[in-house]
């Protein structure tokens, strides 16, 4: 059944989460070089700044789902993850209060809202993000970011388990190897979520 596209994400019931793309993850202290060159090669950052202009004009709200762990490790679990404990044997990865831990400036603007997270690589889960979506009368939400690896399928499930509609804006997301994100997006995300490229949504917003 073909998805009605413009309703999905029409203003008024519908926002943009961004998933991950912090200055650690994808910026300039970042330290997943693979990464790196697929979302540049991609124009991810270049897509998800356009998605996000287009959505601020037409007053959907725009939340940074951002990641960070405190220096004592408070509110997290480090051991019950391989891709955890092999982050965390640096003791400086990701660290509150530090710079790898901020928004791409390119991305960011003072009216957006963030929903952090200290545990886990999905971005509802022992966050605040469901109740704020909530308050504002959210009913679909549209992806961004990172990764087609964890975050962006995650994301796409606990927005579906909860509720919502979901949409994910295939060249405003990357993952690594490419061909398998290419692969979770056809074969994972598509069962999720509904699929749109970042020139027909902006199309959309106008």
């Known amino acids: 059944m073909p998805v009605d596209l413009g309703s999905l994400v029409a203003p008024g019931h519908s926002a943009v989460l961004v998933m ?16 790196v060159e697929v979302c540049a090669r991609r124009d991810v950052v270049a897509n ?3 998605v996000l202009a287009a959505a601020r004009s037409a007053g959907i709200p725009v939340i940074h789902c951002t990641a960070a762990f405190r220096a004592d490790r408070a509110g997290s679990h480090t051991a019950n993850c391989p ?22 400036p390119a991305l960011l603007d003072p009216g957006d809202l963030e929903s952090r997270r200290y545990h886990g690589f ?12 909530r308050s504002l009368g959210v009913s679909a939400v549209v992806a961004v970011g990172l990764s087609l690896n964890l975050g962006i399928p995650g994301l796409a499930l606990e927005a579906v388990n909860l509720g919502y509609r979901v949409a994910v804006v295939t060249d405003a997301v990357a993952g ?14 598509s069962l999720l979520a509904a699929r749109v490229a970042a020139t027909d949504l902006v199309e959309i917003w106008r």
């Open 176 to 189: 690594v190897p490419d061909d398998y994100a290419r692969a979770v997006l056809d074969n994972t995300v």
């Open 83 to 104: 891709f955890i404990t092999a982050l965390l044997k640096d003791p400086a990865h990701m660290l509150e209060g530090t710079g790898a831990i901020e928004v791409l």
């Open 20 to 35: 991950e793309m912090q200055r650690g993850v994808v910026g300039d202290l970042a330290r997943f070089p693979d990464l």
């Open 48 to 50: 998800a700044s356009r």
């Open 122 to 133: 999905s971005p509802f889960t022992g966050t605040s993000l469901d109740a704020t979506l």
